[in-house]
């Protein structure tokens, strides 16, 4: 595993370009798999990945229909997962998703993609649990969650990401 990024970030703007940032270094078969509590920016984090892929359709967590398939205007699709609410991996496949052809997101997905793919961009987010974070842990929009500094790790798994700088 290779740390590709280890970064504080203080605003939600700040996420939505973090997000742009990584679709930049991202192509066809790649997984990335954001890990966070509940308000930590996944969904912030996709959504500015999206706008730089030029996704169509409004980027938004997938909580309750689990994945969501985003053509984008060039390049691979953005398919974006959400496996809160899974229970086994073996839902995953379920979904029949395009591990190879898209770009898959997928928060919530440490230990529920494990063997999918052999380039993974592990995206870590933690942020405060003090005061600034109250209510964080209610299923809010992220829109709705209050602005306070998260810290970002990046780590890529595999040789992909051997010599891919951010």
Known sequence: MTVLL????????????????????????????LTGPLGAGKTTMTRGLGAALGARGQVSSPTFVLARTHPTTAGPDLVHVDAYRLSDPVELDDLDLDWDGAIVVVEWGRGMVDGISDSVLDVEISRSTGADAAGADQDLDPDDVPDEPRRVVVTGSGPRWDRVSL
Not at 9 to 21: I, Y
């Open 6 to 33: 280890d970064t504080s970030v203080a605003t939600t703007a700040a996420m939505g370009e973090l997000g742009a940032r990584l679709a930049q270094v991202l192509r066809a078969g790649d997984l990335v798999v």
